[in-house]
């Protein structure tokens, strides 16, 4: 669901800029998504309630000792999860850490993405994905167009 984001030319005019609460950086959501923004954090969910997307602002010295906080929080969300190896990226000149995995949710068996990224101010932005295992293309397609989304705020 993550590994690594696809790089998207354009927008497409129906999507809408949202800008984290809490870092500067700006991310492009098709507009059929719903979108939750609070304090810290932006939730993003597709049609039908199948993928849910939070993107999360945490402290940390590096993407390596975020890695406690991602176990933390994934633990909270998901029972059961396997993640896969965790590879080093970059996102529009943002370091990155990708990683794919497996959980399940209320009984349900989902897919899981996620992300740290390096914000311009130092912080870090977490990015939990979960998906329904049998989620619609179109949607897995619109996850992976709002990965490839982040930029920098100017």
Request: no cysteine; charged share 25%; net charge negative.
């Amino acid at each position: 669901m993550v590994t690594p984001p696809p790089v998207v030319e354009e927008p497409t005019t129906t999507d809408r800029e949202l800008s984290h609460p809490a870092l500067p950086i700006t991310v492009r959501v098709p507009e059929q998504w719903r979108d939750e923004v609070e304090e810290g954090a932006i939730t993003l969910i597709s049609p039908n309630d199948e993928i849910i997307m939070i993107l999360l602002a945490i402290d940390a010295a590096d993407l390596e000792e975020s890695l406690k906080t991602l176990n933390v929080e994934l633990g909270q969300i998901v029972q059961h999860a396997e993640i896969d190896d965790i590879e080093e990226a970059e996102v529009h000149g943002m370091a990155a850490m990708v990683a794919d995995g497996r959980g399940s949710l209320n009984g349900q068996a989902v897919d899981l993405g996620l992300l740290l990224l390096r914000a311009p101010n130092g912080r870090i932005m977490m990015v939990v994905g979960v998906a329904l295992a049998d989620a619609d293309e179109a949607n897995k397609e619109d996850t992976a167009a709002i990965l490839a989304s982040f930029r920098p705020a100017q």
